[in-house]
């Protein structure tokens, strides 16, 4: 297909867009490592997961053989309201920066919630209606996932409880507004209504809270409330599941124009942005029918994938939830004031741990500035105002763009824009000022949060 005939922008007919999600665990050879049970030591069963977890979620988070799942009708419907999301040439990013290579992104931000997570949260928020619960309880760090899920619930009718890490809960009163605007109720955390809100604040009295912390809540509320379950918008294999369809969109849109990506960036916090994203080329790559370059792009001030160990961790501070093998800093890690809260996570995605352990993928950190130098030269031709979660993306992919203009390579390269940048900001003003530093923790600060890992590989 010759350039001229590629547009800005393409987009699927509704007819087009999946129907099915994909499950890459189904075509790995090595299997992500399942979840322990904090007590036992054992694999978590269905039951066992069922407790905190919407069953048929349960059953997903178990599936590592099924290879597409259908879509349920309802939950296509609502991906009619917001999907399909453009993936777009980015034509003018390319001639400002001089490069042979072509870029494209697939753009997530265009709902209300600003992000990518919508996709997960209304195929949770469906199971839980289905399984006819009252209400479900989470966490949020930045914001977006809690805001996401209250939409998500609001359609659905169904009660909505957001445990928000308290330093976002103070500086984003906008986004907790936004979810009250959908019915959920917002607590900062850590709080005084769960025992481990509680025994945190009396352990670390003034912290700011984190992500790790806010979960330990919110299961605790989950599992003590009659009708309630939890759910998490990221990490988890459902998670990756439901934004497979990210991934199944781009191949099918790229398909369309004989497109082929050499390079597949992605941002990674927890992983669901990324996973999603690579899936149907990862599987293409697993069964051996083609291969791709795949990087996940991180905080330096939160390298999980980079100096992380490989080994099984508590997903969260409070030690209360299944434990999991992944890349990870230790649950007792924590993060410095980074602005990109959904990158602040102490672990990541079972499924692209062992994709990455086994060379499949790359990663590299990044450093905060240089993330909001790209947002800004991304911002000022590609008329988007990114995420500083995504412009960890576009940072990656115009460090490769500009490796092409220095040895002509025609590289076709694919990143994720997971989202909107419009309640961040704080963070673009600190660094139109020149307050915003770079935080990279040194190996005696990474310690005591690998010295908090449970020691089992
Ligand atoms: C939450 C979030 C991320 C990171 O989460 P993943 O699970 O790693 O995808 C990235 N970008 C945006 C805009 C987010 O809201």
Avoid at 14 to 20: D, F, T, V, Y
Avoid at 52 to 57: D, P, W
Avoid at 159 to 187: L, N, W
Avoid at 299 to 316: E, V
Wanted: one cysteine or more; hydrophobic letters at 35%; proline letters at 6%.
């Amino acid at each position: 297909m010759s350039e001229q005939n590629i547009p800005y922008k393409i987009y699927l007919h509704e007819h087009e867009m999946p129907k099915q999600w994909y499950n890459m665990r189904a075509d790995m050879k090595h299997k992500p490592a399942p979840l322990l049970n904090p007590g036992t030591l054992k694999p978590m069963t269905e039951e066992e997961l069922s407790g905190v977890f919407c069953t048929e979620l349960a059953k997903q988070e178990l599936d590592d053989s099924t290879p597409y799942i259908d879509i349920p009708e309802e939950i296509l419907k609502f991906y009619k309201m917001y999907r399909p999301s453009p993936l777009v040439r980015a034509y003018c990013l390319e001639e400002k920066l001089q490069t042979p290579a072509k870029i494209y992104y697939k753009f997530e931000g265009n709902n209300t919630s600003g992000s990518h997570k919508l996709n997960s949260a209304i195929a949770q928020a469906y199971y839980a209606k289905q399984q006819g619960l009252k209400g479900v309880t989470t966490e949020t760090g930045a914001g977006q996932w809690g805001t996401a899920l209250s939409m998500a619930c609001s359609y659905f009718d169904l009660d909505c409880r957001v445990y928000m890490v308290k330093v976002s809960y103070e500086q984003k009163p906008f986004r907790r507004e936004v979810m009250r605007t959908y019915g959920a109720s917002v607590t900062p955390s850590p709080s005084e209504t769960t025992e481990v809100g509680r025994r945190i604040l009396a352990e670390h009295p003034g912290t700011t809270g984190s992500l790790g912390c806010a979960i330990s809540e919110a299961v605790e509320a989950a599992v003590g409330t009659e009708g309630y379950r939890y759910v998490l918008g990221s990490v988890l294999n459902q998670v990756l599941l439901h934004q497979s369809v990210i991934g199944l969109e781009t191949k099918a849109a790229m398909d369309k124009y004989e497109i082929t990506p050499d390079i597949i960036i992605g941002c990674a916090g927890g992983g669901s942005n990324l996973g999603g994203l690579i899936s149907p080329f990862m599987g293409e790559k697993l069964r051996g029918e083609r291969d791709y370059r795949f990087i996940a792009v991180e905080p330096a001030s939160c390298p999980s994938f980079t100096r992380g160990k490989f080994a099984y961790d508590f997903c969260d501070t409070g030690k209360v939830c299944p434990l999991a093998k992944m890349y990870t800093l230790g649950s007792g890690f924590i993060p410095s004031a980074n602005h990109a809260g959904g990158l602040r996570y102490h672990g990541m995605s079972s499924v692209l741990s062992q994709l990455y352990a086994d060379g499949m993928m790359e990663a590299r950190a990044v450093e905060q500035t240089a993330v909001f130098d790209a947002a800004e030269q991304f911002a000022r031709v590609e008329g988007i105002l990114p995420a500083p979660e995504s412009s960890h993306a576009i940072r990656a992919a115009i460090d490769e763009a500009l490796k092409c203009r220095e040895t002509g390579e025609e590289k076709t390269i694919l990143f994720g824009l997971t989202g909107t940048g419009y309640f961040d900001m704080v963070a673009y003003e600190k660094y139109h000022n020149g307050e915003m530093a770079d935080y990279i923790p040194t190996d005696e600060e990474l310690k005591p949060g690998f010295a908090s890992l449970p020691g089992i590989e």
